[in-house]
T-cell receptor, first 114, second 110 residues
Framework: DGGITQSPKYLFRKEGQNVTLSCEQN?????MYWYRQDPGQGLRLIYY???????QKGDIAEGYSVSREKKESFPLTVTSAQKNPTAFYLC?????????????FGPGTRLLVL | GQQVMQIPQYQHVQEGEDFTTYCNSS?????IQWYKQRPGGHPVFLIQ?????EVKKQKRLTFQFGEAKKNSSLHITATQTTDVGTYFC??????????FGSGTQLTVLP
């Protein structure tokens, strides 16, 4: 909350189309994360980045790609290879990748496939 | 990967009643965090528990970490309509990344 922005709030994708979700933070946090949330379920980690120009796959990375060219930005691309992309996507950041870091979440983007 | 079980999935209570959600892991945890997500909103950090047997309180909320550091609970005393939302535990084992439970969706009936 506060300092993490995600856009757009709602996004519609056609079959076979790639879409990119934006995530920007001005908290000077080193680590950033992307989660997917489906109705009635918890958050599943897609990708995370501990530092600029480095990122790691999470539990459900297939069909997604990310980049981390700037500390403030961590965009997520949902590719056409992701067969069931309709979900609520949450970006988060934390001060450092450590044992007791807490995560701050953005407002999320709801992606719908037409 | 690490799995965290959270129960119940849903809980409806009358305003003023108590509420408890439980989180269980098969492996020993480094620490556990709790988040609250209001309907239509995003998760917000509530608290972190690190020590075995730790108990922390925030007004009407009481958080406990088990002695074996494999389970945790969140208890709300005398629920209010403002408590409505989904409560998630997020556990950290040896892998350092957080694993979220599936959440407990709390409905408070006025």
């Amino acid at each position: 909350d506060g300092g993490i922005t995600q856009s757009p709030k709602y996004l519609f994708r056609k079959e076979g189309q790639n879409v990119t979700l934006s995530c920007e933070q001005n908290l000077n946090h080193d680590a950033m994360y992307w989660y997917r949330q489906d109705p009635g379920q918890g958050l599943r980690l897609i990708y995370y980045s501990q530092i600029v120009n480095d990122f790691q796959k999470g539990d459900i990375a297939e069909g997604y790609s990310v980049s981390r060219e700037k500390k403030e930005s961590f965009p997520l691309t949902v590719t056409s290879a992701q067969k069931n992309p309709t979900a609520f996507y949450l970006c988060a950041s934390s001060h450092f990748w450590g044992n007791q870091e807490t995560q701050y979440f953005g407002p999320g983007t709801r992606l719908l496939v037409l | 990967g690490q799995q965290v079980m959270q129960i119940p999935q849903y809980q409806h209570v009358q305003e003023g009643e108590d509420f408890t959600t439980y989180c269980n892991s098969s492996t020993t945890l480094s620490n556990i965090q709790w988040y609250k997500q209001r309907p239509g909103g995003h998760p917000v950090f509530l608290i972190q528990l690190v020590k075995s047997g730790e108990v922390k309180k925030q007004k009407r909320l009481t958080f406990q970490f088990g002695e074996a550091k494999k389970n945790s609970s969140l208890h709300i005393t005398a629920t209010q309509t403002t408590d409505v939302g989904t409560y998630f535990c997020a556990a950290r084992g040896s892998a350092r990344q957080l694993t979220f439970g599936s959440g407990t969706q709390l409905t408070v009936l006025p």
